[in-house]
């Protein structure tokens, strides 16, 4: 089975800090994907990767930037982080056009 | 750009009764749509996906999901819902224009499914 990680299910910051939340796949797949999910707005798509050290904006980059240095890893961070991106943070792979795999989340809180 | 519209909320049904969650979509093109499942505290789990050919498509759980292209919509079905069918639905269109390898995902708001006894 796919097996997508992330590291924390629940986070707690403050204003102004930077927060990196961690995604880790075990199949070798090209692409991964972050999200953010929010009542009433579904996922909005942040960042995606279709290889290492290659990334492409989604539709809801600002305040957030990633990292891709190896192939099994996909970092968010949140350089300065606000109120505003208090978020469930949703990461997927997938090696193919179809199926994404999803993580089971994290919970972040900004205060 | 494309986009999918989730109009329910929330669908209530009762256990053993038939279900539909509705979906329709705007898109240039061929349309590539998606239904995917959240359980509670879960991530998202793939349930089924429409590319071509037969307007209904067999997923997992014993749900399926209805292509009508004159009225734009992807609805997705069960005919004798569970309460463990309990959860949040989303429906995703694929971007036909971004060719690269990673499928580019558009998601709907998600409907909330609760099924009682």
């Known amino acids: 089975d796919v097996k997508v990680t992330q590291s924390s299910r629940y986070l707690v910051k403050r204003t102004g800090e930077k927060v990196f939340l961690e995604c880790v796949q075990d199949?070798?797949?090209?692409?991964m994907f972050w999200y953010r999910q929010d009542p009433g707005l579904g996922l909005r798509l942040i960042y995606f990767?279709?290889?290492?050290?290659?990334?492409e904006k989604g539709d809801i980059p600002e305040g957030y930037s990633v990292s891709r240095e190896k192939k099994e890893r996909f970092s968010l961070i949140l350089e300065s982080a606000s109120t505003n991106q208090t978020s469930m943070y949703l990461c997927a792979s997938t090696s193919s056009i179809w199926e994404q795999y999803f993580g089971p989340g994290t919970r972040l809180t900004v205060t | 750009a494309q986009s999918v519209a989730q109009p329910e909320d929330q669908v209530n049904v009762a256990e053993g009764n038939p279900l539909t969650v509705k979906c329709t979509y705007s898109?240039?093109?061929?349309?590539?749509l998606f239904w995917y499942v959240q359980y509670p505290n879960r991530g998202l789990q793939f349930l089924l996906k429409y590319i071509t050919g037969d307007n209904l498509v067999k997923g997992s759980y014993g749900f399926e999901a209805e292509f009508n292209k004159s009225q734009t919509s992807f609805h997705l079905k069960k005919p004798s819902a569970l309460v463990s069918d309990s959860a949040l639905y989303f429906c995703a269109v694929r971007d036909p224009l971004y060719t690269g390898t990673a499928s580019k995902l558009t998601f709907g708001t998600g409907t909330r499914l609760q099924v009682t006894l």
């Open positions: 199949m070798d797949h090209e692409n």
């Open positions: 990767s279709y290889d290492v050290k290659m990334k």
């Open positions: 898109v240039s093109g061929n349309p590539y």
